[in-house]
Each structure stands twice: as C-alpha cells, then as structure tokens.
C-alpha cells in the first residue's frame, strides 16, 4: 500500500469573497510553480439557515477525482465528511448515483486519513467563520500556501495519509454502479 502524505489547510474568513480570493492566490501559486495539478482545493459558505455548501472547487485532474470524470477529489471529500450537507446542498449529488457513491468514498477516504480529534478541530475552524477554503497540497509548498491564504482570520493545518491508488479504484468502482 502506497500511502502519500499532504497538508490539510483550512481557512475561516468573513466573507466568501475573501475566501474566493485565497482561492485564487493558491491556484496563481500551483500555477506559477507548475504544480497546477497538485492541489485540491474547495471554497465553502455558510448560509444564514446554518447550512454549508461548496461554492467553488478545483480537483487535480490526474489524481483521482478527474480520473472518472467526477471532478470530485480529496477538498472536496473532506467538506462532506465535515459537513454531509454540502454534497446535497451545492448540489454535488445531483448529477447521478454513482457520483453520491464516488463522493462518499472520497469523503471516507478524507476523513480515514485523520484522526477524529483533527477532524473535529477542522470543523471547528470552518464553523467560526461565514465562509471557509480547505486547501489538500504536497507538503513541499506548505509554507507558500499558508502564506497566499492571507485574508483568512484563522487558519490550522494537519496532515492527511491517503492511499491515491486505493481512492482511484474505489472512486472507479463507483463509477461502474
């Protein structure tokens, strides 16, 4: 089993335009460093009702999520398994079965590669602000990443432990139900 390693960085901001922009200053930093493909990354609001939805995204095509088409990766997994209602409420859900079943094992595969206390800490963080950005990326950059999430009014990071090829054949066989 070939177990890879990246950084989790959550972001909690005021505003969803805040959280926006460092979304964009890390893809300018993924995109500048030619590691356009080396990062998942999600922005989230948080409604007046108290929901959560996924507002924008971004999945490395060749890691799982573009591997089936779903365009669904490791973010955007790890907000489901924050905040279950996210994948119905930015309607994820919406475009088949086999996408709900694909994301769920995304999102189990995020939350399987951290621990409870991690996950319930990130939950946490993104619960205090009206909008957040989870950012997955390779530990090489770690410090520019947190250093582009600049409008954030806190931030955490943690690492994840994910199996890339067991995600791709669970997200495949998902694919194929």
Do not use: C
């Amino acid at each position: 089993m070939a177990v890879d390693t990246f950084l989790v960085y959550v972001g909690a901001y005021s505003s969803v335009a805040q959280a926006r922009a460092d979304y964009d200053a890390v893809k300018e930093l993924h995109r500048k460093a030619n590691l356009i493909d080396a990062y998942d990354a999600a922005v989230i609001e948080r409604k007046a009702n108290g929901k959560t939805t996924i507002v924008k995204q971004h999945e490395t095509p060749t890691r799982v999520g573009g591997v089936v088409g779903g365009g669904f990766g490791l973010a955007t997994g790890l907000v489901v398994a924050l905040f279950p209602f996210a994948a119905i409420g930015g309607g994820l859900l919406a475009a088949s079965t086999a996408g709900g079943v694909a994301l769920g094992a995304l999102a189990g595969h995020a939350a399987a590669g951290l621990s409870r206390h991690d996950l319930k800490e990130l939950g946490e963080y993104l619960d205090e602000g009206q909008a957040g950005l989870v950012v997955i990326a390779v530990a090489d950059i770690g410090s520019k990443v947190e250093h582009a999430m600049a409008n954030a009014e806190k931030t955490a990071t943690r690492e994840l432990q994910a199996d890339t090829a067991e995600i791709e054949k669970d997200v495949v066989a998902a694919g194929d139900k």
